[in-house]
Nanobody, 124 residues
Framework: QVQLVESGGGLVQAGGSLRLSCAASGRTLSNYAMGWFRQAPGKEREFVSIISWIGGSTYYADSVKGRFTISRDNAKNTVFLQMNSLKPEDTAVYYC?????????????????WGQGTQVTVFS
């Protein structure tokens, strides 16, 4: 079994930055792509970003492209989401998730493992 634990959320002013981390434990996530989703109050969960196992492929939602950067440290079984130029509309609970390939990355049901989420609140 795999456990994913997010950290790094918090309260930040618009224009600021946060770095989220997602640490995996239980077993190594070899060959797993790692993604981030978010869910704002009253809205459905939406795809944010994904990175392939080797890190050569990354994808972003249009709403965060150019502001967020996903990366991973496979030796530490950890994936990161650097969020810059944050906006109030980025306020949400952010979840990390794992799946075997980057294909169908926008589809929640394709992900095998999920974390519990970390709250990000951006105020203006």
């Amino acid at each position: 079994q795999v456990q994913l634990v997010e950290s790094g959320g918090g309260l930040v002013q618009a224009g600021g930055s946060l770095r989220l981390s997602c640490a995996a434990s239980g077993r190594t996530l070899s060959n797993y792509a790692m993604g981030w989703f978010r869910q704002a109050p009253g809205k459905e969960r939406e795809f944010v970003s994904i990175i392939s196992w080797i890190g050569g492929s990354t994808y972003y939602a249009d709403s965060v492209k150019g502001r967020f950067t996903i990366s991973r440290d496979n030796a530490k079984n950890t994936v990161f989401l650097q969020m810059n130029s944050l906006k109030p509309e980025d306020t949400a609970v952010y979840y990390c998730a794992a799946k075997r390939r980057t294909t169908d990355y926008g589809l929640e049901h394709r992900y095998e493992y999920w974390g519990q989420g970390t709250q990000v609140t951006v105020f203006s």
